[in-house]
């Protein structure tokens, strides 16, 4: 039985090897000032735009969504796939923006294969995220 378990976990150190390094919160913190400073503000707390509208605070999040941070749900808005009540005239859609190598992210239980920046941008809004 000791081969069999020296083998599995040669394999799992060998697969751990393959995968690319996950993005940090600073990483996405420069794609962050990139695209999304101009409505919602260098820390993230939201700012007026044009017509009487305020861009949300990002920074209350999981404030908003008792005390978790829905990785599927901001990942399908930076996307464009959950836009729901935001029109394509306030928020942009950032889906072919946010494309390239693919990182796996835990979102609802399984590691889902998605695109580095958009990993990164995830990464940093849940690092800024306030009580």
Sequence with gaps: MRPIFLFASL?????CA????MPTPSEGE???AENCTACHGY???GAALIGGQTAPDLTRISARNG???PRAQVLSQIDGYGRGKV???????FGTLLEGETVPVEVDGTMTPTPRPLAA???YLES???P
């Design 30 to 32: 420069q794609i962050y």
């Design 128 to 130: 800024i995220q306030q």
């Design 11 to 15: 394999v799992a150190m060998a697969g």
């Design 43 to 45: 820390r993230g707390e």
């Design 87 to 93: 029109s394509d005239t306030v928020m942009p859609e």
């Design 67 to 69: 005390g978790e941070f």
């Design 18 to 21: 393959a995968d690319p390094e």
């Design 121 to 123: 941008l995830l990464s």
